[in-house]
């Protein structure tokens, strides 16, 4: 049982952080944070430019980790975060980046470890989705090839109830869809289907997956 003394600095390491947190709203007006967010959220970084928007919905938690979370929203991009989840810190940062008019969009009940989420154009990434620690989601090429092949840029979507393990990079363009596992340290640059059970570089479909609705973390 947690002790008079512990939950006293608790409760008082709780309100220092309220009053950061209500300190960053004030110098960052694109930051919109529901009352029931994690206060922890005092020791991340956010770097939120002049007409840009990021939303944490309620319950939405993190490890009190200085820069565990590192959040960049660009002029006129978005970011939003869904209710009851979770961007754990404690094996790597998790890192979130939208760039100018860019678009993120993170369901509920989600589970982000470590990774590291990149938008040019627009991520939409369904409820209950895991994404494992080092594992990079990008919707761009990030630069161009040379000086006749341009940057391509293509929206990624990634469903309902998918799992992508560790170390997976998903490209642009695609879409991975619901109740789908992507294996660990796998390429993903073409789309997969619905309840696929999916590895390799590039990854391809190898396997059936059932009902993920109800698996727990």
């Known amino acids: 049982m947690t ?10 390491i709780q309100a220092f952080d309220r009053l950061r947190l209500a300190a960053r709203k004030r110098a960052n007006p694109g930051l919109v944070m529901d009352p029931e967010a994690s206060t922890n959220f005092s020791s991340s970084h956010f770097a939120i430019a ?9 319950r939405v938690y993190t490890e009190r980790l200085a820069r ?11 970011v939003e975060i869904g209710a009851d989840t979770w961007l754990r810190s404690d094996l790597g940062p998790v890192i979130i980046f939208a760039f100018p008019g860019a678009h993120i969009r ?6 982000l470890n ?7 154009a627009r991520l939409a990434i369904g409820d209950r989705v895991w994404i ?10 990030q630069h161009d090839l040379d000086a006749d092949t341009k940057e391509r840029v293509e929206p990624v979507e990634i469903g309902d109830h998918c799992w992508i393990a560790s170390d997976v990079t998903v490209l642009r363009g695609v879409r991975v869809g619901e109740q789908s596992v992507v ?6 640059s073409k789309s997969i289907p619905p309840h696929s ?12 997956v059932g009902d993920r609705t109800t698996v727990e973390i």
């Open 3 to 12: 002790s008079f003394a512990t939950r006293a600095r608790l409760k008082t």
């Open 132 to 141: 494992g620690p080092g594992s990079r989601v990008f919707d761009a090429d």
């Open 50 to 58: 002049p007409g840009g928007r990021l939303v944490i919905g309620p």
């Open 183 to 188: 294996g660990a340290r796998s390429l993903v």
């Open 68 to 78: 565990g979370v590192h959040i960049s929203v660009a002029e006129g991009a978005t």
């Open 106 to 111: 993170i369901g509920k009940e989600g589970f």
């Open 197 to 208: 059970l999916a590895i390799g570089s590039p990854a391809q479909a190898v396997g059936k």
């Open 114 to 120: 470590g990774c590291h989420l990149s938008a040019k």
